[in-house]
């Protein structure tokens, strides 16, 4: 049975490029990976990019993926110059729950608000 992962918000504590530049923001984006899928895809579906500054609060989120069984959530600083930043991950599974994890990686933490439904 399929389930739906639904973004609702994002806050940042601490961000990646907090000091590093002078604009001062990161450019995060979620990947999901559908542990379930069947066949899986040639590339896993990813949100748009999200602009966040230090101890800001991103309610704008409207991102649904549809799993089944679990799916891996991934956070990521996009960056133009080089490869992306993988920041963290972690494994949802196919339940109903409205859940706040935490992605954290060397100083940088995001909290990221979901639903499974």
Do not use: C
């Amino acid at each position: 049975m399929a389930a739906t992962l639904k973004f609702n918000r994002l806050v940042a504590d601490n961000i990646q490029e907090d000091g590093r530049f002078d604009d001062n923001v990161d450019e995060v984006y979620f990947k999901v990976h559908d542990n379930g899928a069947s066949p899986p895809p040639d590339e896993d579906p990813r949100t748009n990019i999200i602009n966040m500054h230090p101890h800001e609060e991103f309610k704008g989120m409207t991102d649904k993926f549809s799993f089944t069984g679990s799916a891996v959530v991934e956070l990521w600083e996009e960056d133009p110059a080089s490869p992306d930043d993988f920041i963290a991950s972690f494994e949802i599974k196919e339940k109903a729950i409205h859940d706040d994890h935490p992605f954290l990686n060397e100083g940088v933490r995001y909290v990221l608000n979901y639903d499974v439904m």
